[in-house]
């Protein structure tokens, strides 16, 4: 597999955002507070299942991309799909490369369970495989493969050159890594929802950005860069081919899935804004917050009619040269 051309194609807008978007977890929910240590994914399988699921039709889509970006005809045989959690993209992978086997990593072992158990279920358990990895290192045992996946996985490796220069390193050679990271953040409500200060998404995720940069400099090795993906998959030794930027466009109203998954979302910042206290969230956003999840208020996410989801999840390519 080779024939990667180079291409810089974005039909959402670049940047840096929908990295915490939906479905990272501190105990109660998901989000990034003191530390990754934190983040109780185990206890996150559910909500990561279901956020997976909501955004299916983007890796959907994602998935078609990196099989126009491949030469024709050349179909890979082994997938990694890196920091794998639950899997359900790892499926959505085993179905997009249907001669592929798949292997789903991740360092916990509740997650790869729940992978194996919904291969099993999709009829998929004789192509998918889950295999306990943790990055940097952890991917060794692997044959190399012709395509690695590694969606909002990196970003909980505090050496992230360190984790992409791993990942290329498990390459087959002319094989490809596809890094989801950035993109924008999800948007939910209009930008005056009735009650509170207009503007609660721009500040909720500017409070997100403080506390995922405290859950990055946590992180054991944490170095700062700059998060420009194309150069540093060029440090990792890599070539870099296309980023694409694909939309999750749900408009309102949402049906009970989706609105769920959003719901999660902010329950994710209401749990953050607890554990961090005033400092990143004003007590009146925090009161808003508290109405909004409130299933009994008539102006709260589980009833209201206005509710929404648009997310940008961005894709960067890489090849390793054969
Ligand atoms: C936000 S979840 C993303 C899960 C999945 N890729 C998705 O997009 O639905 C982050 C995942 O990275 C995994 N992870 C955390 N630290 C990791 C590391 N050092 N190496 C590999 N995976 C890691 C977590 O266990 C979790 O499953």
């Known amino acids: 597999m080779t024939a990667y051309e180079t291409e810089t194609e974005t039909d959402g807008h670049g940047s840096h955002g929908s990295h ?22 185990a206890e996150m399988a559910p909500v990561l299942e279901q956020n997976a699921e909501v955004t299916a039709p983007v890796y959907r889509q994602a998935a078609a991309w990196l ?35 798949v292997v789903a990593a991740d360092p916990e072992r509740a997650l790869l369970d729940r992978a194996e158990a919904r291969a099993a279920r999709l009829g998929l358990g004789g192509r998918v495989r889950a295999h306990r ?25 505090g050496d992230q050159v360190a984790a992409l220069t791993a990942l290329g390193e498990r390459l087959a050679p002319g094989g490809a890594l596809a890094v989801l990271e950035g993109g924008l953040p999800p948007r939910s409500l209009p930008r005056d929802i009735g009650m509170g200060r207009p503007g609660l998404q721009a500040r909720l995720d500017a409070a997100n950005e403080q506390w995922f940069t405290r859950m990055r400099a946590s992180l054991p090795g944490a170095a700062e860069v700059t998060e420009d993906w194309a150069a540093l998959l060029g440090a990792a030794g890599l070539r870099h081919v296309a980023t694409r930027t694909f939309l ?22 209401r749990d953050l804004a607890a554990a ?31 509710m929404f989801l648009l997310v940008a999840h961005t894709v960067h390519v890489a090849v390793k040269e054969g």
């Open 276 to 306: 961090e206290g005033p400092e990143e969230l004003a007590a009146d956003d925090v009161a808003v917050l508290n109405r909004l999840l409130d299933p009994d208020d008539p102006q709260g996410l589980h009833r209201r009619r206005d």
């Open 67 to 101: 099989r126009e970006l491949r030469a024709a005809g050349a179909e890979p045989s082994l997938v990694v799909d890196a920091g794998s959690g639950p899997g359900v993209v790892s499926c959505l992978l085993a179905e997009a490369f249907p001669q592929a086997e």
């Open 20 to 41: 915490e978007g939906h479905g990272h977890g501190h105990s109660h929910g998901h989000g990034h507070s003191h530390g990754d240590h934190d983040i109780d994914w």
């Open 248 to 269: 999750l466009d749900l408009p309102a109203p949402l049906d009970e899935r989706a609105r769920a998954h959003a719901i999660s979302t902010f329950e994710r910042y």
């Open 133 to 157: 990895a943790e990055l940097p290192d952890g991917l060794g045992e692997l044959p190399p493969a012709d395509l690695i996946w590694a969606a909002r996985s990196v970003h909980h490796v």
